[in-house]
């Protein structure tokens, strides 16, 4: 198997990172492409990934699996042990729900601000400002959801670490793009941000 | 159990039709909000969902679980006969990854086009009526990527009826509110939507 991903790409970091803890990720390989020369807009890629987005798993038959959780689902499934998506009905449906909230509500949110605030990908988007600025200053707003949750809660799904805490972590230190960064008073979410330092799995 | 929901708004829809096609939709007690009227804003149900957003399960033990696809899981494990997220890893991977990519390159677009050109929740939101023109011609470009999909496939994730065509059906559905159709000469497109009109959960 094969990963197309980037280095700097957020979407990835969260795959490689969830493959890191199923203990996974030395057995792909993967292929760096270069997102702002436009490696993912080519004719080439759009063959794997028609919607032309990173990272996208290659299977040894040809075929191809994109989206990020998509591509965790399916190790989820293949190596069920170590469980990140939960195993009770509620486990995975309150990890589901804080996955998606930290998703939608927030790492969306600062992709939008950065891309239409900066300009990043002018070459291929027209960036409205106005709207940029609305994304930063509601992204802002989504730490306080994560410290009430983090006062009563070790990890933000509950009692075991599972991919909501990857995508919250790779969008927390990812918001530094709009120079946003947790508040120092938020004291729930600074202990549980210097807790997942201690994982092997952030610095790959 | 109690569903806080709305029958105007395609969120609900989704989570409507996924309990009817599981055949527990008359076990759930729905509860109707006006959102113009602002019943999800208030003070009241943002204890039950801090997003503000809809639709919300309400647990017997006072507990809730809100997003969409969350619910739609909960069910899913519960009931796993007559499945619609996918048995084996495979099904599930492609399954959550046509499902993304509906809610994601054409829900969500449609939903943010809707809002930034109408201003229906100018009270709780500035419309930014450049950014939802440019969600409106955007999500106009997804309906190609699924007539290409049912060209080769019955259903928009393979052989079987899964969440991916709820979330598709629910979508296109919805585009009407900003004059969005599905173009005439897409006949694979057509063809499914045709099929889907024939299950008694579109009603629902």
Redesign the interface.
């Given at each position: 198997m094969k990963l197309y991903e980037s280095k700097t790409a957020p979407n990835a970091r969260r795959v490689r990172m969830f493959l890191a803890e199923k203990g996974v990720l030395d057995q792909i390989e993967c292929v760096e492409l270069d997102l702002q020369g436009g490696d993912n807009i080519s004719v080439e890629f759009r063959q794997k990934n028609?919607?032309a987005k990173i990272p996208v798993l290659e299977f040894d038959d040809g075929t191809y699996?994109?989206?990020s959780?998509?591509?965790c689902?399916?190790f989820e499934?293949?190596y069920p042990q170590s469980p990140l998506m939960g195993t009770?009905?509620?486990e995975?449906?309150?990890i589901?729900?804080w996955q998606?909230?930290c998703e939608?509500?927030f790492m969306n949110i600062v992709g939008m601000g950065f891309q239409h605030t900066t300009g990043f990908f002018a070459d291929r988007m027209?960036p409205?400002k106005?709207?940029g600025e609305?994304c930063v200053s509601g992204a802002a707003k989504f730490f306080k959801?994560l410290d009430?949750q983090l006062a009563h809660n070790q990890y933000i799904a509950g009692d075991s670490f599972s991919v909501a805490d990857i995508t919250a972590l790779v969008s927390i230190d990812f918001a530094r793009v709009i120079k946003l960064r947790m508040p120092e008073e938020m004291s729930h979410l600074k202990r549980w941000y210097e807790q997942m330092q201690q994982r092997p799995s952030v610095g790959v």
């Open positions: 028609p919607l699996l994109s989206e959780i998509a591509i689902r399916y499934a293949l009770t009905p509620i995975q449906a309150n589901e729900m998606r909230r939608i509500y027209k409205i106005e709207w609305v959801l009430a």
